[in-house]
């Protein structure tokens, strides 16, 4: 399920372009299935800075790059399943801000990164995500319309690069909610009544971080439907389309399980 949540916080700093808080939004998912390898894909160096979504290095907090056309805009907060039990730094609906992991990404910015941590969240999990086009408030405030969709036609895939720390569960999956598979109380156009329709069985990819520490690239290709693809729970399954994508999110699979990872260098791949 996805959840609701809103801030009231202030931001001065001008990166934001006084932008406000988006609604939050996780899905509810099935951690069944076998874990796949998102792969490598282009190094650090052939990378299009004009298709760079985040590198962290932001010091108020973790922005989508206003980069492209039109401009991106969001930044990276927290969601998780309210279980009882759950415990997510930053707390669920906060925003991150970038921390200097003890090895550095190889990615091109090479500094801070993201970084994750979660435990115990028993239902179905935890995440982080971001908005690709989260509109703007006048002076700024808090933003809590409708999801406003972003159009990726043109893009071939999402590549990242991400560590988990040693002793932590390194199954995720990152996905691009569409507005047609949310929810409409998560800004979404789809009406959940929990059985001939359900909502929030986002498109993704499953990739499986290496235990021992060290940092991987991600490449999640679009146009590979063995990878790329629903997890099929969700009732009617939702073509992919490029042009109705409103986020991404990077999710656990695997529940009550302990995640602490970093994610740096997010880059729009052509």
């Not at 282009?42 to 039109?70: H, R």
């Not at 309210?82 to 707390?91: I, L, R, Y």
């Not at 969240?121 to 995500?129: E, I, K, L, R």
């Amino acid at each position: 399920m996805k959840t609701r949540s809103l801030l009231s916080l202030i931001f001065s700093a001008p990166l934001f372009l006084a932008a406000a808080p988006a609604v939050f939004s996780g899905a509810c998912s099935s951690s069944s299935g076998d874990t796949t390898d998102g792969g490598t894909g282009a190094t650090g160096g052939s990378l299009d800075p004009a298709n760079k979504l985040s590198d962290f290095e932001d010091t108020a907090a973790a922005t989508v790059t206003a980069s492209g056309t039109p401009p991106r805009n969001g930044y990276w907060y927290t969601y998780n399943d309210m279980s009882a039990t759950c415990v997510q730094m930053p707390a669920n609906g906060g925003v991150y801000v970038g921390e200097t992991p003890t090895t550095p990404s190889p990615g091109p910015s090479g500094g801070m990164a993201l970084h994750a941590q979660w435990n115990t969240c028993s239902t179905w999990g935890a995440g982080v995500g971001a908005d690709l086009n989260q509109p703007m408030v006048a002076g700024g405030g808090t933003y809590a319309g409708p999801k406003v969709v972003y159009d990726l036609t043109g893009y071939t895939g999402i590549t990242f690069w991400a560590m988990a720390a040693p002793g932590t569960d390194t199954k995720l999956r990152v996905k691009l909610p569409m507005t047609v598979e949310t929810k409409t109380t998560d800004g979404g156009k789809c009406v959940d009544n929990g059985t001939t329709s359900k909502c929030s069985d986002d498109w993704g990819q499953k990739f499986q971080l290496p235990n021992n520490g060290n940092w991987t690239q991600i490449t999640v290709k679009f146009s590979d439907m063995t990878k790329f693809q629903q997890e099929g729970w969700g009732v009617p399954a939702y073509a992919w389309d490029p042009k109705d994508v409103t986020s991404i999110q990077i999710q656990s699979q695997d529940m009550s399980e302990k995640y602490d990872f970093w994610i740096d260098d997010v880059y729009l791949t052509k």
